[in-house]
């Protein structure tokens, strides 16, 4: 029994081996990442208005925009880049958001420190906490 079983597995055995070995598969074109916003046209469209855009430029925009100087808080999130990524990243990105401010990371003490007018008010980060999270539960939704 035990030959039959070893004179059946080391050719089989072999076989993968020698398949595994010739076996090319072709990498995804490095163009095909990420995906366009055009190709989630049925999605939704993050747009800033009204409160919402007065307060990320007021109290967001300096840190996270291109043009902002902390190369760590433009690692973490881009306000511009925000609509044209994938729908999956946007989630993330927007409960990521909602979760800063909601436990106060957002904006940095040592930042509003020396810049107290930067610090949100009770009202700005609760219209942003619940912008933020009623858009990411959107476009979860739009994703099934």
């Known amino acids: ?9 080391f050719p089989a055995f072999g076989m993968l081996l020698f398949l595994s070995s010739t076996v090319q598969v072709e990498p995804p ?17 993050i747009e800033y208005k009204g409160r919402i855009k007065e307060i ?4 967001c925009y300096d840190c ?10 433009k690692k ?29 990371d957002m904006p940095p003490f040592s930042y509003v420190l020396w810049r107290p007018h930067k610090k949100l008010t009770a009202e700005e980060a ?3 906490i619940d912008w933020a999270s009623k858009l990411s539960d959107r476009i979860y939704k739009e994703m099934d």
Not at 1 to 9: D, F, G, P
Not at 64 to 73: I, L, P
Not at 94 to 100: G, N, W
């Open 1 to 9: 029994m035990k030959r039959t079983i070893r004179s059946l597995a």
């Open 29 to 45: 074109k490095p163009s095909a990442f990420p995906l366009p916003p055009s190709a989630f046209a049925d999605t939704v469209v």
């Open 56 to 59: 990320i430029d007021l109290k």
């Open 64 to 73: 996270h925009s291109a043009k902002g100087d902390d190369e760590d808080a």
């Open 76 to 104: 973490e999130l881009l306000w511009d880049e925000l609509p044209k990524l994938n729908p999956t990243d946007q989630v993330y990105a927007l409960d990521a958001i909602a979760e800063s401010v909601e436990n106060g």
């Open 126 to 128: 609760k219209l942003l």
